[in-house]
């Protein structure tokens, strides 16, 4: 009969433990950014607040471009409380797999740098000025992390969103804004290319639209490479026709499968490939944002010195 007792005890004492670490996990918020540049920024504003941030996307998974949710995605999704993303379409799938669990609340990083791009869009629809020659028509192109101006937009959306769930911790988000939007600042006037000529580009990716434009980089042509869509040599040929009637001073690429055309590309021309970081994987140099972005911009230098 003791023994019988100690025995009932102890199956007590442990389903006690364990749902005494049940609850506390349950109680505890659990906020998921998209993939990894939404998890960099919003790992940022959510520092010293006791949020944990946890990446959904695999970090090398790169951009969201017909990604398949993996049944971890999947699992995530369901025990979150909080979705951040990036928004512009990046992550349909993941909003629609989201909106199945009904007590998530998902914080949209650029929806109010859509709405302002959307209310420039029909500004210039009404413009009857002659075109530049520059086409600045983003379409579709919601890289936005890789300007600095538009980080900033996604890091404020992202630090107001979770004040609104986390009152408590409002503070400790607007002060790791403010030291994101410093350090954005600093960054910029680190490198101040807006002072500088404007340089012509090729890219093979179209992730560095933003970048480029914001530190006056034209580029006259890009090419959107993945494994179901590839230059053809008649499309290199006239790239580098576009090149030389533009005089582009560098090809600019990321470290990935349309960096072999972009070398092509550049040699065709003599000019330098210039390979720069989307921030959408995992590297030793993308552990932060800024040292990141500093990288790029410091591969940026050599698009200038042979404008």
């Given at each position: ?71 971890g995605n999947i699992r995530q999704l369901a025990q979150s409380d909080v979705l951040i993303i990036n928004g512009g379409g990046m992550e349909d799938a993941f909003v629609e797999k989201a909106s199945e669990n009904e007590n998530i609340k998902i914080i949209d990083s650029s929806a109010h740098f ?47 969103g979770l004040s609104q769930i986390h009152p408590e911790k409002a503070l400790q988000f607007e002060n790791n804004l403010e030291i994101f939007k410093a350090n954005c600042r600093k960054l910029s006037e680190k490198y101040s290319f807006s002072s500088y000529n404007t340089a012509n580009v090729i ?105």
């Amino acid at each position: 009969m003791k023994k019988s007792i100690k025995i009932s005890a102890l199956i007590i004492s442990t389903a006690l433990l364990f749902s005494g670490c049940a609850h506390k996990t349950h109680s505890e918020s659990t906020v998921s950014a998209s993939f990894y540049p939404i998890y960099l920024i919003s790992s940022f504003i959510a520092d010293g607040s006791g949020l944990e941030i946890k990446n959904t996307a695999s970090p090398q998974t790169g951009c969201l471009h017909d990604y398949q949710l993996t049944t971890g995605n999947i699992r995530q999704l369901a025990q979150s409380d909080v979705l951040i993303i990036n928004g512009g379409g990046m992550e349909d799938a993941f909003v629609e797999k989201a909106s199945e669990n009904e007590n998530i609340k998902i914080i949209d990083s650029s929806a109010h740098f859509e709405e302002h791009e959307h209310e420039e869009h029909e500004e210039h629809e009404n413009e009857e000025e002659a075109s530049d020659g520059h086409d600045h028509d983003h379409g579709e192109n919601s890289h936005y992390w890789m300007s600095l101006s538009h980080a900033q937009m996604q890091a404020e959306e992202i630090a107001q969103g979770l004040s609104q769930i986390h009152p408590e911790k409002a503070l400790q988000f607007e002060n790791n804004l403010e030291i994101f939007k410093a350090n954005c600042r600093k960054l910029s006037e680190k490198y101040s290319f807006s002072s500088y000529n404007t340089a012509n580009v090729i890219s093979f990716h179209e992730a560095f639209e933003y970048l480029c434009e914001e530190n006056n980089v034209n580029i006259v042509k890009t090419f959107e490479i993945d494994e179901n869509s590839v230059p053809s040599a008649r499309e290199l040929a006239d790239a580098v026709d576009e090149g030389i009637k533009h005089n582009v001073s560098a090809v600019i690429c990321a470290d990935d499968s349309g960096k072999a055309y972009a070398r092509t590309t550049a040699d065709e021309l003599g000019v330098p490939l210039v390979v720069l970081n989307p921030i959408t994987y995992v590297n030793e140099e993308t552990a932060s944002y800024f040292e990141a972005m500093d990288k790029n911009f410091s591969l940026l230098k050599e698009v200038f010195k042979n404008d």
